[in-house]
C-alpha cells in the first residue's frame, strides 16, 4: 500500500511538472500571439492614421 506522505510527494511532482509545462507552453505560443495582436493593432492605428 502507498501511505500518505508518498502519495502527496506524488501530486506535488505531478503539479510541479504541470505547471513547468504550462510554462513551457506558454512562452512558445506567447511570442507569436503578442505578435498578431501588435501587427493588428498597428494595422488598426494605421488605418485610422490615412
Same mark, same amino acid.
Given at each position: ?8 510527494? &506524488?501530486?506535488?511532482? &505531478?503539479?510541479?511538472?504541470? &505547471?513547468?509545462?504550462?510554462?513551457? @507552453? ?10 498578431? &495582436?501588435?501587427?493588428?493593432?498597428? @494595422?488598426?492605428?494605421? @488605418?485610422? @492614421?490615412?
Amino acid at each position: 500500500m502507498i501511505d500518505d506522505s508518498s502519495n502527496r510527494l &506524488v501530486w506535488v511532482a &505531478v503539479g510541479i511538472a504541470l &505547471v513547468f509545462v504550462i510554462y513551457k @507552453g506558454f512562452s512558445i505560443f506567447a511570442p507569436t500571439l503578442t505578435s498578431q &495582436v501588435t501587427n493588428s493593432i498597428s @494595422g488598426v492605428v494605421s @488605418g485610422i @492614421g490615412k
